[in-house]
């Protein structure tokens, strides 16, 4: 990590650089822990003592880190959307998993992306803003820098609540999806608001339950052909399996998603894509809105 900020007005000076740091970008109190032991701080182009030193408007602060990686490097074909020195946008295919597990931890996103950087000679970690489901297809965002990444997936923290403020924004990043289901909904648009939960009889079946978390999801049917929908979908909250889950307790379970009891006749895997990310960054300040096309197998089945 080697990255510089520039104190504006906005942040009350002068102030301890571990408060700018945490309050106005995005460090969080393990990685400054790792910056104040392990790496080096510069004020105007100084180093300084990380535990003692201040900052005031107009002063620039450098943070300089060695990031060590449990990723393994391993080629993995990638299509990248949009790449800067803040973030890469990438679109997943169906059969991927975003993060290593235990059971896979050489065929991944991560992985691939590892060693994409290691080719294109960029000395980062995996720091994923979010993730998609092996067999959903579409945009996955992820940050070069782990304190964008704690922006961006810390909810209500004080990084994130001033340039809410700021830029006036309910929230810094936005996504949307595709889906197809069998049958045709009774609105054409609606909410659906149900808390969900793990599935106590199950490790990864999630259900709609009262002691859930909550979550929110958006839709609004787009067209109707051969006795199926296509649907887009916006996520308020971002649960795991959410999407899914709650058009299964609709009634409208995803095509091909056999967890949640889709008809899988003519698709092997959840009708599902991940089409538009919007996003802003918070330390750039610059709005990115990418899209991706619906794929085939997704276009075969609704349209035939």
Not at 63 to 79: G, R, T
Request: positive net charge; aromatic residues 8%.
């Amino acid at each position: 990590m080697n990255v510089t900020y520039q104190v504006k007005a906005e942040a009350l000076t002068p102030m301890s650089v571990r408060a700018f740091l945490k309050n106005y970008c995005g460090v969080s109190q393990g990685l400054w822990r790792k910056l104040k032991w392990h790496g080096t701080i510069l004020i105007n182009g100084l180093p300084v003592q990380a535990t003692r030193a201040t900052v005031q408007q107009g002063d620039t602060v450098s943070c300089i880190l060695s990031e060590a990686s449990s990723v393994v490097a391993n080629y993995i074909p990638l299509d990248i959307r949009y790449e800067d020195e803040y973030l890469i946008i990438l679109n997943k295919p169906a059969g991927i998993l975003v993060h290593p597990t235990g059971k896979d931890h050489s065929n991944t996103l991560g992985n691939g992306l590892k060693y994409y950087y290691q080719l294109t000679n960029q000395a980062i970690d995996f720091h994923p803003i979010h993730r998609l489901d092996r067999n959903t297809t579409g945009l996955v965002a992820v940050a070069k820098l782990p304190q964008l990444q704690n922006i961006l997936t810390q909810p209500g923290n004080k990084t994130q609540k001033i340039l809410q403020q700021e830029m006036a924004t309910e929230k810094l990043f936005h996504r949307s999806y595709l889906a197809i289901i069998k049958g045709q909904l009774p609105e054409p648009a609606g909410i659906i608001s149900l808390p969900i939960a793990r599935n106590p009889d199950s490790i990864i079946q999630r259900i709609c339950s009262a002691d859930g978390q909550y979550a929110e999801t958006h839709y609004q049917v787009l067209a109707t052909n051969r006795g199926n929908s296509l649907i887009k979908l916006n996520l308020k909250t971002g649960r795991t399996h959410q999407i899914r889950v709650h058009m299964a307790a609709i009634g409208f379970p995803l095509l091909g998603d056999d967890l949640y009891g889709g008809d899988t006749t003519d698709i092997n895997r959840q009708a599902l894509h991940a089409y538009h990310l919007k996003l802003l960054n918070p330390l750039n300040r610059r709005y990115i809105s990418i899209y991706s096309d619906m794929p085939q197998d997704m276009v075969k089945l609704f349209w035939g």
